[in-house]
């Protein structure tokens, strides 16, 4: 199959068909990017930012909306000296000077530009931010910009000077500033651009606003000389008392004494870091006390090494799978969970703080969830601290969703880089479960050959946690009586720990009821979640049962498909699309869908429709029994 699918195909002889086709994808998608080249330092990521010393620079940001890129290229195409990135102005000199920050509107940072302005509302393309700042340089001390997110590819500058670039929009970075801040007065200008791009990831469409901007927490962070800048603490696979764990010292030879401290457990190890900055340490104890949804218990972790100081709060599980079971702690685990996007509730918009998370989270645990799949990208890391506290188990996924460029060596890189940098932010959350690699792709031998790469980079990043993905299922011919059979065949499922399916039962395919005669089978002897299912309902709209867009259509939709989901024998938890209502350029219906993804089992303005009590009927049952 080629980019992008059309239906030219049969009617058409082969090199004409491919010609014409190429022709209309260059013009339907690929119009060359009018990004910034690229010519910065490659951005760094220090792990429990969120715990370190840091100067905040989020707040009201100048902005220039630049649709032509004019901030960066000349008349001529060319990269200009004099770039938005000098943040000049016009003045007495006579030079002239076509913009002027300081006199530009504001925008509030963290936040999406969509939804902080009607003229920006549908607005795809470059915005330039700027920010002033003082700052107190310090003896001995290395100085970071620290980026939570920024939709989506991103370029900063500091007074003037470049400090880095980053792709993807949903996962942390850090650049190092050190040499590039002043003592007293100096500004930041960063470049953010959130077009779609046929080799982007995700790509040219999702079923999801494209908000943009810088959508997460901007700081400054400091650090010793030597500092640690990843690690991993956690529970021995099979273990109920062993932790192991290993520090990475950046800036330090070998050497670098390292001590690791867990004091409520009256544990201390030390050791030194070998010539790659890399020190291994085990500590044991019989009075550990494990996280799980029923006791999310967390232990303040100190970590020492050179002049370094950090403290974070992990828990201790393991998580497992063996044949069709997922083990949490050793013992087999249902996961009553649902979907959700990182929409904010009543306000729209990228959801980013601590008020989003608990509203989203707390409707989550309301249902009698003890799991949740934060789709389709990382979502901010407030929802996997708060997941830790409140015991609520995680499926973290990055955006490999639909068509992405398979065949594209930039395409792996960049969607490998995203999987990385959200292992690394993550790897010491105990609630996150497990990590997804891809949804709803297409079964081609290149999405496999992809698919499979990243996979081990999950591995190798993080052998701790199991893998999956949102699959496809294939669904045979009708049996004569009408039973209906799918069966979980995706060549991809040999890769994988967990399966997940997505299946639309009632809304996509057929009427609810066909739930109730459809079977499910699997190729593989692994765990299923159910992770996607459901119908759209508009909140507060009502008819019979049979009627699209009617919450009694959603809750028929629930009733059939919770029947049919006892009877799969593999099925180990799910995820049902999806909590809460969510913006989506793709759901057009007026009165009804108002660019809103209709599908929640609450609204965007709170709303709790027929479906949400369904299902949190038989979860609250479910948690008495399992
Ligand atoms: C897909 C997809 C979601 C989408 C949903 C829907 O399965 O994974 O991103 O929103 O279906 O159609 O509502």
């Excluded at 004409?16 to 990521?45: D, E, K, Y």
């Excluded at 302005?117 to 795809?124: I, P, V």
């Excluded at 890391?381 to 997941?387: G, I, K, S």
């Excluded at 040999?494 to 005669?517: K, M, Q």
Aim: net charge negative; proline share 6%; aromatic share 10%.
């Amino acid at each position: 199959m080629h980019w992008p699918p059309c239906t030219l195909g049969s009617r058409l002889p082969g090199v004409l068909h491919r010609t014409l086709c190429s022709i209309f994808g260059f013009l339907l998608g690929v119009l060359p990017s009018l990004r910034v080249q690229a010519a910065g330092a490659n951005p760094t990521l220090l792990v429990n930012a969120d715990h370190r010393t840091s100067i905040s620079l989020n707040g009201d940001w100048h902005v220039i909306v630049d649709p032509y890129n004019n901030g960066y290229y000349d008349f001529r195409m060319q990269p200009r000296a004099d770039g938005y990135f000098r943040n000049e102005k016009p003045d007495s000199s006579g030079k002239l000077v076509e913009y002027d920050f300081s006199k530009s509107p504001t925008l509030k940072v963290p936040g999406d530009w969509n939804s902080q302005s009607d003229s920006l509302f549908f607005y795809e393309g470059t915005i330039w931010y700027e920010k002033d700042f003082q700052y107190q340089r310090k003896p001995h001390t290395r100085t970071f910009l620290h980026i939570g997110a920024a939709n989506y590819d991103s370029h900063a500058w500091v007074n003037g000077k470049k400090a880095c670039d980053h792709e993807g929009g949903y996962t942390p970075f850090d650049c190092e500033v050190t040499d590039l801040v002043h003592e007293g007065g100096n500004f930041l200008v960063i470049y953010v651009n959130n077009q779609r791009t046929r080799e982007g990831v995700p790509t040219l469409n999702t079923d999801w606003w494209n908000y943009g901007g810088l959508t997460r927490d901007v700081s400054l962070i400091e650090t010793p000389e030597v500092f640690v800048d990843d690690y991993s603490v956690q529970l021995q696979q099979g273990s109920s008392s062993a932790i192991s764990a290993w520090i990475h010292v950046s800036g330090g030879a070998g050497g670098v004494p390292v001590t690791l401290n867990i004091s409520e457990l009256h544990l201390t190890a030390t050791s030194s870091t070998d010539a790659n900055g890399r020190a291994a340490l085990e500590l044991s104890t019989k009075d550990l006390v494990r996280w799980s949804p029923q006791n999310p218990k967390l232990y303040e972790v100190e970590i020492l090494a050179g002049g370094d100081h950090l403290k974070d709060q992990i828990g201790f599980r393991t998580i497992e799978v063996q044949g069709e079971n997922i083990l949490l702690n050793g013992k087999p685990i249902f996961l009553r969970g649902v979907s959700i996007h990182a929409e904010a509730p009543y306000r729209g918009g990228r959801a980013w703080n601590e008020q989003d998370a608990e509203t989203l989270l707390g409707w989550a645990k309301e249902l009698g969830a003890n799991f949740v799949r934060l789709a389709h990208y990382p979502h901010d890391e407030r929802m996997t601290r708060l997941a830790d506290r409140m015991g609520m188990m995680v499926w973290s996924e990055v955006p490999v969703y639909w068509m992405i460029d398979w065949e594209n060596p930039k395409t792996l890189a960049n969607a490998t880089q995203q999987l990385r940098e959200l292992i690394r932010r993550d790897r010491n959350k105990a609630s996150v479960a497990l990590w997804s690699v891809a949804n709803e792709t297409p079964n081609t031998a290149a999405r496999l050959a992809f698919l499979k790469k990243l996979i081990n980079t999950a591995r190798t990043e993080d052998p701790t946690r199991p893998v999956t993905a949102a699959l496809l299922v294939t669904t045979l011919p009708d049996a004569p009586n009408g039973t209906r059979t799918k069966v979980l065949d995706d060549p991809l499922g040999e890769y994988l720990d967990v399966l997940g399916c997505n299946e639309y039962i009632g809304w996509y395919e057929g009427t609810p009821e066909l739930a109730s005669r459809t079977k499910w089978q699997s190729n593989y002897n692994k765990p299923l979640i159910m992770s996607e299912y459901g119908g759209d309902a508009k909140a507060g709209l009502h008819g019979a049962p049979s009627e699209r867009w009617t919450e009694e259509y959603q809750e028929n939709i629930y009733r059939q498909q919770i029947a049919m989901l006892k009877q799969i024998p593999f099925l180990r938890g799910l995820s049902p699309w999806i909590l809460m209502d969510f913006r989506s350029p793709r759901r057009d219906l007026p009165g009804i869908q108002d660019y809103y993804n209709r599908k929640g089992l609450i609204s965007n303005e709170g709303q709790k429709k027929k479906a949400f009590f369904v299902l949190q009927e038989w979860y609250l049952q479910s948690a008495v029994t399992h």
